[in-house]
């Protein structure tokens, strides 16, 4: 086939949170932009296989375990039944309908949308192979890399077994196996296994750390960890997998470990989530100055500039964590650093969620860190047992702390377990970035009866007592 040639002042590779974001923040600036990716329309994992499919199910999860549970209260439904092809159809919908709502905005903004794989020629020119079309040149002032991460494997399993999964293939709901082995208890592991235990299968999990959630504060795991206790059929902590064989009607895995089982196992389904890689490697990107460091992630300044002058990474790619929030943001530092102006990516808080049931949330310092760095530090926590709003939803395993500097008062970081902890965290996010103290959350009248109460309280705990919690003074 023979080749168009066009240019543009940006061009964005992948067309993710952070890619989408950074081409409409650039369009918005007034900027003639192109924004390439292999679907047919802008998303990126997030949404066609991530962030987006994965919540619709989390929340058909949560309806389940809520009509079980619902016992509690006088109320009975007849046992919930699981049309999969329904709910497949639903969750595709969902994905469908945001996809599309993304590539109308494309549209409304004069985004340009290339379907198609980019690689580079040199720093300003890019090749994007088009399937069924002519295969484009496609000069430009700046690019932005955002061509995010895809998830890791690990090197003793079987290849090409259609029961070993990973995210993709769990999120496309081809079946509900009875029996399933997510190896890794990561936020992947966790949000994938409580979606197919809430359908019913059998999970287990097999996690090489002490804990699950490695590196997440352990007050914060320990009441989503008693839940998954009853939910899942085993977590098997600071082991790993040692062997795994295809048989004929599912996969024979051995163990090793602390808590190993003796014996092998067999599972119709084996979900690997033992974390994510970036996408670096780029067709081309060795033409240009750009560096990639030991883990695979380009380097990038603070403005996301790589060492080519006029070639920009974000998200996923550019580094940790990897969130689609912190992906789109970094977007838009860049577009405001090829805009001219003094942008830098500096953020105090980068909200981090787990959304299982109960979820996990924290943002800022984290306990865990300021133990690391030896930061003198005062924590608060705030049991939800003496939550009035928790109590009414018969869910009273959460806890909202606060990471206290003990000189100046202000709050450095903020964590909750709970129901709903991934919306209260962003009032977090706000008191860390605007360095609220201590008293002003306190004094911020927080309505009632709500969960969002806790972080108020928890604030009052760090003067003395809350309204809720007493608890007596040593003598
Ligand atoms: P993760 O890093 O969260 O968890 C991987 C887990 O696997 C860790 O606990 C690790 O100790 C364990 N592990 C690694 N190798 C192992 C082995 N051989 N045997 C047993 N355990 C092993 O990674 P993930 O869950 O795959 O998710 C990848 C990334 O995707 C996350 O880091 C996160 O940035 C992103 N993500 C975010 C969300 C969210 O924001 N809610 C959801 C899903 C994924």
Known sequence: MSETTKSTQVAVVGGGPGGYAAAFRAADMGMQVALIDAEPNPGGVCLYRGCIPSKALLHAAYVLGEARHAANWGITFAPPKVDLD???????????????GLGQLAKARSVRYVQGYASLLDARTLQIQRDGADAERLTT???????????????????????IWDSTDALELQSIPKTMLVVGGGYIGLELGTVYAALGTEVSVVEMMPGLLPGVDRDLVTPLAKRLEKTFRAIMLNTKVAAVKEEKNGLRVRFEGEMAPAEERDYEAILVSVGRKPN??????????????????????????????????????????????????????????????????????????????????????????????????????????????????????????????PDTERILGVGITGLNAGEMIAEGVLAVEMGAKAADLALSIHPHPTLSETVMEAAEIFFGQSTHLYRPKKK
Do not use: Y
């Open 86 to 100: 329904k709910l497949r159809t639903w969750k595709e919908g969902v994905v469908r309908k945001l996809t599309g």
């Open 141 to 163: 002032e700046h690019t932005i890399l955002a061509t995010g991460s895809r998830p890791a494997t690990l090197p003793n399993f079987p290849k090409d077994s259609e029961r």
């Open 280 to 405: 670096s490697t780029i067709p081309g990107l060795d033409k240009t100055r750009a560096e990639v460091d030991a883990r695979g992630f380009i380097k990038v300044d603070g403005q996301r500039r790589t060492a080519e002058p006029g070639v920009f990474a974000i998200g996923d790619v550019a580094g940790e964590p990897m969130l689609a929030h912190k992906a789109s943001h970094e977007g838009f530092t860049a577009v405001e650093a090829i805009a001219g102006h003094k942008a830098v990516f500096e953020p105090q808080a980068i909200p981090a969620v787990v959304f299982t049931d109960p979820e996990i949330a924290w943002c800022g310092l984290t306990e865990t860190q300021a133990e690391k760095e030896n930061r003198k530090i005062q924590v608060v926590r705030f049991p939800w047992a003496a939550s009035g709003r928790a109590t009414t939803l018969d869910r009273n395993d959460g806890v909202t702390k606060l990471v206290i500097d």
